[in-house]
């Protein structure tokens, strides 16, 4: 049963040009949200999406965009790359079903560095 | 909105020892989850223990416990019997209930747990 993958797991960029990370969720899962980790600090939630929908939205700039397909597999765009957005970008997928007590399960992230 | 708060950057742990990390938070809910996070070097978040702030008895996973004080705001993690392999980043991580998923959760900044020999 292959769980959440993430690709890919490094990239660079330069500021201003844009970026796009894909996520694949755990088999059996729908919903899929998307974290921010920046450098010794703990995630930040960006947003959620769900039947191919954004359903909850995190303090981030409209640069920020995503995607969901048919297939429940989800990407993070973003636009006019910043310094300070480099960071670790985890994937995290659960079942809508289970509501409030579904178990988030978190991808290996994918590390962007921008120069 | 609320806030988590983790003020040990670093701990450090003998094997086989107990240490217990600290987490508090913020909110104005009544219910809500808690829970802890454990990131090794791989860099997967995994979840460690989860708390339901309705229940009063605290939650205990084989040698992971937490001592939840819901009046104080307090939710302390406590390994017992540690091993190598429990070297990594501990997140302290909280969930309203009013977001009525599983998906949004607020993160401290972290703990680097070390366990030597």
Same mark, same amino acid.
């Given at each position: ?33 998307? /974290?921010?980790? $920046?450098?010794?600090?703990?995630? %930040? ?8 929908? *954004?359903?909850? @939205? ?30 670790? /970008?985890?994937? $995290?997928?659960?079942?809508?079903? %289970? ?8 991808? *290996?992230?994918? @590390?962007?560095?921008?120069? | ?117």
């Amino acid at each position: 049963d292959a769980g959440v993958t993430q690709s890919p797991t490094h990239l660079i960029k330069t500021r201003g040009q844009q970026v796009t990370l894909r996520c694949s969720p755990k088999s059996g899962h729908d919903t899929v949200s998307w /974290y921010q980790q $920046a450098l010794g600090q703990g995630p %930040q939630f960006i947003f959620q999406y769900y039947e191919e929908e *954004e359903r909850q @939205r995190g303090n981030f700039p409209d640069r920020f965009s995503g995607h969901q397909f048919p297939n429940y597999s989800s990407e993070l765009n973003v636009n006019a790359l910043l310094l300070g957005d480099s960071a670790l /970008y985890l994937c $995290a997928s659960s079942w809508a079903r %289970q509501g409030n007590t579904g178990e988030l399960f978190f991808g *290996e992230g994918s @590390r962007l560095t921008v120069l | 909105a609320q806030t988590v708060t983790q003020s040990q950057p670093e701990m450090s742990v003998q094997e086989a020892e107990t240490v217990t990390l600290s987490c508090t938070y913020d909110t104005s809910e009544s219910d809500y989850y808690l829970f802890w996070y454990k990131q090794p070097p791989s860099r997967q978040m995994i979840l460690v223990i989860r708390q339901e702030a309705y229940k009063q008895q605290n939650a205990t996973e084989n040698r992971f416990s937490v001592n939840f004080q819901k009046a104080a705001k307090s939710f302390s993690l406590k390994i017992s019997d540690s091993q190598l392999g429990d070297a990594a980043m501990y997140f302290c991580a909280y969930k309203s209930l009013s977001t009525g998923t599983a998906s949004k959760l607020t993160f401290g900044t972290g703990t680097r747990l070390q366990v030597t020999l």
